[in-house]
Antibody, heavy 117, light 107 residues
Framework: EVQLVESGGGLIQPGGSLRLSCEAS????????MTWVRQAPGKGLEWVSD????????NYADSVKGRFTISRDNFKNTLYLQMNSLRAEDTAVYYC??????????WGQGALVTVSS | DIQLTQSPTFLSASVGDRVTITCRAS??????LAWYQQKPGKAPNLLIY???TLQSGVPSRFSGSGSGTEFTLTISSLQPEDFATYYC?????????FGQGTRLEIK
């Protein structure tokens, strides 16, 4: 059974840094691209970033480019999102998702990140 | 960036109704469109990809159609568990944008 479990969320002050992790099980992580999608409270879905199976290719939304870094450790079956220079508008539930045929077919339960002083 | 506009934003319907949600893209995206269902407090769930292919395990009352710039998601006979928010997403180019969502509520 495919499972994705996010961790690392919490309350952080503006300008701070946080690293989210997404532990994968039930499939070979190295075979699949992975994605981060976020959802601000009461708002819609926003695509954040994705990474190829090997980790050699990454893409970012303009809103996070230069501040967030996606990475993966296929040996640890874990996807990461390093978030620096956090802003209030980054407050959201962050979901990791597995990609098949370019679509997100399995999602984690989400990790809440709150940026506030 | 490709903009996706869903209509309606809010839809009130009854169990057994047939409903259609439209997603319009600001430029052609061929068939690179997916539909997701999201219930409150839960992660999104993939329903349809490449515009019309039903994801495994999704009931056949859900269907998708369209190509280019106009797409539709149809639920042939609403069930109580279908009341949720629906999102389209384009997978044609980066950034992978979503529509703003359509909230489907019980009349």
């Amino acid at each position: 059974e495919v499972q994705l479990v996010e961790s690392g969320g919490g309350l952080i002050q503006p300008g701070g840094s946080l690293r989210l992790s997404c532990e994968a099980s039930g499939f070979n992580l190295s075979t699949y691209a992975m994605t981060w999608v976020r959802q601000a409270p009461g708002k819609g879905l926003e695509w954040v970033s994705d990474i190829s199976g090997s980790g050699g290719g990454t893409n970012y939304a303009d809103s996070v480019k230069g501040r967030f870094t996606i990475s993966r450790d296929n040996f640890k079956n874990t996807l990461y999102l390093q978030m620096n220079s956090l802003r209030a508008e980054d407050t959201a539930v962050y979901y990791c998702a597995k990609e098949t045929n370019n679509v997100s077919d399995y999602w984690g339960q989400g990790a809440l990140v709150t940026v506030s002083s | 960036d490709i903009q996706l506009t869903q209509s309606p934003t809010f839809l009130s319907a009854s169990v057994g109704d047939r409903v259609t949600i439209t997603c319009r893209a600001s430029q052609g995206i061929r068939s690179f469109l997916a539909w997701y269902q999201q219930k409150p407090g839960k992660a999104p769930n993939l329903l349809i990809y490449v515009a019309s292919t039903l994801q495994s395990g999704v009931p056949s009352r859900f269907s998708g159609s369209g190509s280019g710039t106009e797409f539709t998601l149809t639920i042939s006979s609403l069930q109580p568990e279908d009341f949720a928010t629906y999102y389209c997403q384009q997978l044609h180019s980066y950034p992978r944008t979503f529509g703003q969502g359509t909230r489907l509520e019980i009349k």
